[in-house]
């Protein structure tokens, strides 16, 4: 399995914006749902955002929703993940990884976006760092 690669963190202020870049030049993308997660220091990880790109569908944990946007280029063969107004709890290690389909559930009243059993391997990440 191959890892995707990630790109486009950074440092920025509070309320600033980020798009990050999700690619492989090993294979399509296409008929693959395509998860972003995000680990922050010293906790596990968590499933922000999901595009299936057969259907175009979208999924989003309730913690970036109405400020993330998951969207994709195919002539590009790449996922961006555009954050806007970042706070600093959204500082951590965003990846990406291909799964079979998207999922979403709900957790403690909140909806978070979870993997599916065939997910492949996440990629080596890009930092994101949100100052106050």
């Known amino acids: 399995q191959v890892q995707l690669v990630e790109s486009g963190g950074g440092l920025v202020q509070s309320g600033g914006s980020l798009k990050l870049s999700c690619t492989t030049s090993?294979?399509?993308?296409?008929?693959?749902?395509i998860v972003w997660s995000r680990q922050k220091s010293g906790k596990p990880r968590e499933g922000v955002s999901c595009?299936?790109?057969?259907?175009?569908?979208?999924y989003y944990a309730d913690s970036v929703k109405g400020r993330f946007t998951i969207s994709r280029d195919s002539a590009k063969n790449t996922i961006y993940l555009t954050m806007n107004n970042l706070k600093p709890e959204d500082t951590a290690i965003y990846s990406c990884?291909?799964?079979?389909?998207?999922?979403?559930?709900?957790?403690?009243?909140?909806?978070?976006?979870?993997?599916?059993?065939?997910?492949?391997?996440w990629g080596q990440g890009t930092q994101v760092t949100v100052s106050s």
């Open positions: 090993r294979f399509s993308l296409e008929s693959y749902a």
């Open positions: 990884a291909t799964d079979m389909i998207c999922a979403s559930t709900v957790i403690a009243g909140q909806r978070v976006v979870i993997p599916s059993g065939q997910i492949g391997p």
């Open positions: 595009i299936d790109t057969r259907d175009e569908s979208t």
